[in-house]
């Protein structure tokens, strides 16, 4: 299997980090970046680290934002609250 882009900047490929979502061109998983800015660090600063740039940083955003407005989410109930 290619590489299949699925968004915008945004690849994944079985060959490259276990078919995980990574920026184009790079090997850099779409979960580090969020990771590292969650941890933290500027747009600037993970896109030096991991040369990358600010576009496929908001790329990455944008993919994990997609994601998320698109999950269901199913209540299980662990028992009644008193």
Do not use: H
């Not at 995980?20 to 660090?41: E, N, Q, W």
């Not at 269901?72 to 609250?81: A, C, F, N, Q, W």
């Amino acid at each position: 299997m290619a590489a299949v882009e699925i968004a915008p900047r945004i690849v994944v490929d079985e060959k490259v980090c276990f078919g995980k979502p990574v920026i184009k061109g790079t090997r850099v998983p779409v979960y580090i970046v969020l990771a590292k800015l969650a941890g933290g660090m500027t747009m600037e600063q993970v896109a030096e680290e991991y040369g990358i740039t600010l576009e496929d940083i908001q790329a990455a955003l944008a993919y994990a934002a997609s994601v998320i407005a698109n999950e269901t989410i199913l209540p299980i109930s662990v028992g009644e609250k008193r």
